[in-house]
Protein backbone atom coordinates (compact mmCIF):
# COMPACT_ATOMS: atom_id res chain seq x y z
CA UNK A 1 0.00 0.00 0.00
CA UNK A 2 2.37 2.00 1.08
CA UNK A 3 4.79 1.78 -2.48
CA UNK A 4 1.56 2.53 -4.80
CA UNK A 5 0.78 5.92 -2.62
CA UNK A 6 4.70 7.32 -2.70
CA UNK A 7 4.13 6.07 -6.53
CA UNK A 8 1.31 8.61 -6.82
CA UNK A 9 2.88 11.29 -5.02
CA UNK A 10 6.31 10.82 -7.17
CA UNK A 11 4.06 11.11 -10.19
CA UNK A 12 1.96 14.12 -8.99
CA UNK A 13 4.83 15.78 -8.40
CA UNK A 14 6.27 14.89 -11.82
CA UNK A 15 3.26 16.72 -13.22
CA UNK A 16 3.35 19.23 -11.23
CA UNK A 17 6.91 20.36 -12.27
CA UNK A 18 6.71 19.89 -16.07
CA UNK A 19 3.51 21.77 -15.70
CA UNK A 20 4.50 24.41 -13.13
CA UNK A 21 8.55 24.87 -12.70
CA UNK A 22 10.83 24.77 -15.52
CA UNK A 23 7.91 23.20 -17.75
CA UNK A 24 7.86 24.10 -21.45
CA UNK A 25 7.02 28.05 -21.06
CA UNK A 26 10.68 28.24 -19.74
CA UNK A 27 12.31 25.87 -22.38
CA UNK A 28 13.55 26.86 -25.87
CA UNK A 29 11.46 26.51 -28.59
CA UNK A 30 12.64 23.52 -31.13
CA UNK A 31 12.11 25.78 -33.50
CA UNK A 32 14.74 28.40 -32.32
CA UNK A 33 17.45 26.23 -32.44
CA UNK A 34 17.59 25.62 -36.15
CA UNK A 35 19.93 27.90 -37.22
CA UNK A 36 20.61 31.69 -39.00
CA UNK A 37 18.48 30.21 -41.86
CA UNK A 38 15.23 29.76 -39.48
CA UNK A 39 15.40 33.71 -38.13
CA UNK A 40 16.26 35.09 -41.93
CA UNK A 41 13.39 33.42 -43.19
CA UNK A 42 11.03 34.32 -40.74
CA UNK A 43 11.79 37.56 -40.89
CA UNK A 44 10.59 37.98 -44.57
CA UNK A 45 7.41 38.72 -42.48
CA UNK A 46 8.55 41.62 -40.62
CA UNK A 47 6.77 44.18 -39.62
CA UNK A 48 4.10 41.51 -39.68
CA UNK A 49 3.95 38.52 -37.73
CA UNK A 50 7.05 36.48 -37.60
CA UNK A 51 7.31 33.14 -36.59
CA UNK A 52 10.47 31.04 -36.22
CA UNK A 53 9.83 27.90 -38.24
CA UNK A 54 6.26 28.81 -38.19
CA UNK A 55 6.15 27.94 -34.43
CA UNK A 56 7.50 30.52 -32.56
CA UNK A 57 8.25 34.31 -31.98
CA UNK A 58 12.06 35.11 -32.00
CA UNK A 59 11.04 36.66 -28.07
CA UNK A 60 10.28 33.47 -27.20
CA UNK A 61 13.60 32.03 -28.09
CA UNK A 62 14.92 33.61 -24.92
CA UNK A 63 13.86 31.85 -22.49
CA UNK A 64 13.48 32.61 -18.52
CA UNK A 65 15.59 29.41 -17.58
CA UNK A 66 17.65 28.75 -21.21
CA UNK A 67 20.15 26.16 -20.64
CA UNK A 68 23.38 27.65 -21.25
CA UNK A 69 23.45 25.23 -24.66
CA UNK A 70 20.82 26.77 -25.83
CA UNK A 71 21.60 30.08 -24.93
CA UNK A 72 25.01 29.75 -27.15
CA UNK A 73 23.07 27.98 -29.92
CA UNK A 74 20.21 30.92 -30.13
CA UNK A 75 22.96 33.42 -29.47
CA UNK A 76 24.89 32.33 -32.41
CA UNK A 77 22.11 32.08 -35.16
CA UNK A 78 20.73 35.62 -33.94
CA UNK A 79 24.57 37.29 -33.99
CA UNK A 80 25.09 35.48 -37.42
CA UNK A 81 21.65 37.09 -38.90
CA UNK A 82 22.21 40.12 -37.36
CA UNK A 83 25.36 40.33 -39.06
CA UNK A 84 24.22 39.30 -42.34
CA UNK A 85 21.30 41.59 -42.03
CA UNK A 86 23.42 44.35 -41.32
CA UNK A 87 25.63 43.87 -44.39
CA UNK A 88 22.86 43.94 -46.75
CA UNK A 89 21.34 46.84 -44.81
CA UNK A 90 24.68 48.72 -45.26
CA UNK A 91 24.07 48.06 -49.14
CA UNK A 92 20.48 49.09 -49.77
CA UNK A 93 19.62 51.65 -46.80
CA UNK A 94 16.32 52.31 -45.62
CA UNK A 95 15.12 48.29 -47.60
CA UNK A 96 13.95 45.43 -46.14
CA UNK A 97 17.18 43.82 -44.45
CA UNK A 98 17.34 47.43 -42.38
CA UNK A 99 13.31 46.87 -41.31
CA UNK A 100 14.29 42.79 -40.56
CA UNK A 101 17.18 43.95 -38.48
CA UNK A 102 15.14 46.14 -36.40
CA UNK A 103 12.70 43.93 -36.00
CA UNK A 104 15.21 40.84 -34.95
CA UNK A 105 16.83 43.37 -32.17
CA UNK A 106 12.91 44.91 -30.91
CA UNK A 107 12.31 41.24 -30.77
CA UNK A 108 15.01 40.31 -28.84
CA UNK A 109 15.47 42.77 -25.98
CA UNK A 110 11.23 42.07 -25.59
CA UNK A 111 11.85 38.14 -25.17
CA UNK A 112 15.36 39.12 -22.78
CA UNK A 113 12.84 41.50 -20.42
CA UNK A 114 11.80 39.27 -18.02
CA UNK A 115 15.01 37.04 -18.36
CA UNK A 116 16.88 37.91 -15.12
CA UNK A 117 19.76 39.10 -17.08
CA UNK A 118 20.83 36.17 -18.88
CA UNK A 119 20.74 37.47 -22.21
CA UNK A 120 22.40 40.78 -21.50
CA UNK A 121 25.32 39.75 -23.75
CA UNK A 122 23.53 38.57 -26.32
CA UNK A 123 21.62 41.93 -26.56
CA UNK A 124 24.62 43.70 -26.43
CA UNK A 125 26.07 41.37 -29.18
CA UNK A 126 23.19 42.06 -31.16
CA UNK A 127 23.37 45.73 -30.88
CA UNK A 128 26.58 45.53 -32.20
CA UNK A 129 26.29 43.72 -35.00
CA UNK A 130 23.43 45.21 -36.01
CA UNK A 131 24.75 49.08 -35.78
CA UNK A 132 28.13 48.20 -37.08
CA UNK A 133 30.00 50.83 -39.63
CA UNK A 134 32.98 50.42 -41.25
CA UNK A 135 35.38 53.05 -40.67
CA UNK A 136 32.63 53.79 -38.06
CA UNK A 137 30.57 55.75 -40.62
CA UNK A 138 27.50 56.98 -39.39
CA UNK A 139 24.38 54.85 -41.04
CA UNK A 140 22.31 56.67 -43.19
CA UNK A 141 19.08 58.42 -42.36
CA UNK A 142 16.67 55.93 -44.42
CA UNK A 143 18.77 52.70 -42.74
CA UNK A 144 18.00 54.49 -39.14
CA UNK A 145 14.27 54.99 -39.92
CA UNK A 146 13.96 51.42 -41.43
CA UNK A 147 15.20 50.00 -38.58
CA UNK A 148 13.13 51.66 -36.23
CA UNK A 149 10.29 50.69 -37.84
CA UNK A 150 11.94 47.23 -37.15
CA UNK A 151 12.54 47.81 -34.01
CA UNK A 152 9.48 49.32 -32.69
CA UNK A 153 7.10 46.53 -34.30
CA UNK A 154 9.67 43.64 -33.09
CA UNK A 155 9.38 45.05 -29.76
CA UNK A 156 5.66 45.45 -29.94
CA UNK A 157 4.78 42.28 -31.50
CA UNK A 158 8.05 39.82 -31.90
Known sequence: MRASIATVLISGLA????????????STPLACLEGTGAYLT??????????????????????????????????VALVEAATRLNA???????????????????????????????????LRRLAVAARFAPDRDPLSRNFRQAYREGFDAGHEHG
Open 15 to 26: ALAAAGCGGQSD
Open 88 to 122: EARAQPGGEASLELGYLVGAAERGAADTEGIHSDL
Open 42 to 75: ALRDAPGAVKVGEEAAISECLAANQTAGDLSTVG
